[in-house]
């Protein structure tokens, strides 16, 4: 067995980093062999179900593979500071170096089309309780390509690496039984949410949709520093870290879950829906040697695959390319304090909240969308479980109450909101109507109206 090594391979340049040397063996062995494992295409490419953001901010596109190779560059800048700081003190060695580099660049190897849209949206649809999750499949693969492909290397980095992938998902290890613990604390953060993944997809977003980012990542970077086996930061970036998780919330809110971009998405996921039985979609999601073949050309395969079986799901993505989506009817924000019995809602509630007269709703006539966005912890302070130190000469390690720095910043960290959509442009107003009903009947209240405005048609006339 031998180390991988992580020294010398090509030069790539990224958003976050510019040129970036990644390694000659795992490009060989990882990507060159397996290919579409580390280059599924994603509108955006980070882990946050971006899906289809580039139909609307067009310079949102970019791949998985380059979002890996910024995780990768960035676990690396993390791994290598603390070295410089605490090397001797945590004992950071070269072999925890590599295993760190290598989780960041193969943590989402796992990912299937359209990134968190696959997992989220189109499989609980297919599969009735699937409990399936791109992270369990990211460690499944990685047994793959060193089986499949008889890569020499320490069982012991290969399990690590797994245990880092799996760090921030319901499958982590004990952190009691994690020898440095601090390690899986860069990647896939479990313990608060800090973590390089974010730091490459806020930065990389927010420039590909031209929106500013204030949040300064080099800052956490260059002064974090290890007590009591935990990565903590000075109590004076307090406010730094807040922006991050604001950033990560605007970016849902304004880009991820545009309304047209969320229509798109629905629309995508029917037509995975209409084309599963006959493409098989979800039937190798537990089989890694079929499973990487399934990439976003699924959506190529569906047009061009003149089949009878196909004809609704290829309508479907016609009727994306002409720009004849879902329409939009309006959203609603669930009150804060029924945030807790918080049931979702569905098209069947739309439907059953239709008065008599006029044309009959149907349930396939309504798409809904039920949207959260939180600061990574749902109901609670991400910053809660973050812990601060006040200068270099201390090792005491403590949490910073709220109101210890501003009575300004937000006491609720979870939005809810319902998103409702008509299939069919000539059914919006008697689908608005029904989810006004609803929110009426449900909520004592309903919101402001926010459709797209029906545009008459211009007609242009020449003396």
Known sequence: MKELKLESGPRFSIVVAGAVLLPSLTLRDIIGKCGSCGCKCGSCGCNCGCG?????????????????????????????????YQGLELGIDRFDIQTVKLAGLLHDVGHGPFSHLFEREFLPQVISGSDWSHEQMSVDMVDYIVDEHHIDVYPQMIRRVKEMILASSEYAPSMSSSEKSFLYDIVANGRN???????????????????????EFQRLLETMRV????????????????????????????????????????????????????????????????YWKLDDTIIKTIETTPNQELKEARELILRIRRRNLYQFCNEYPVPKDMLDNY????????????????????????AVCNVKID??????????????FKDYESDE????????????????????????????????????????????????IKTQAHSTPQKKRRYNSFI
């Open 52 to 84: 289809f953001t580039n139909m609307v901010y067009p310079g949102a596109v970019h791949s998985r593979f380059e979002h890996s190779l910024g995780v990768y560059w960035l676990a690396s800048q993390c791994v290598e500071k603390l070295k410089t």
């Open 193 to 215: 949410g800090i973590d390089v993944d974010k730091f490459d997809y806020l930065l990389r977003d927010c420039r590909a949709c031209g929106l500013g980012c204030n949040f």
């Open 227 to 290: 007590l009591d086996d935990e990565i903590c930061y000075r109590a004076k970036d307090y406010l730094t870290i807040h922006k991050m998780f604001a950033t990560r919330a605007d970016l849902y809110r304004t880009v991820y879950t545009h309304p047209k971009v969320k229509a798109i998405e629905l629309m995508v996921v029917d037509a995975l829906v209409h084309a599963n039985s006959y493409l098989g979609i979800s039937s190798n999601i537990h089989d890694p040697s079929e």
């Open 343 to 366: 049931k979702k809602v569905t098209a069947q509630d739309i439907v059953c909240s239709q008065k008599s007269g006029g044309v009959t709703l149907k349930e396939e006539d309504v």
């Open 375 to 388: 600061l990574t912890r749902g109901k609670h302070n991400p910053l809660e479980s973050i812990h601060f």
């Open 397 to 444: 390690k403590f949490t910073i109450p709220d109101d210890r720095v501003s009575h300004l910043l937000p006491t609720s960290y979870q939005d809810m909101i319902v998103k409702v959509y008509a299939k069919k442009p000539e059914l919006v107003e008697a689908i608005s109507e029904a989810f006004e009903n609803f929110q009426l009947k449900t909520y004592g």
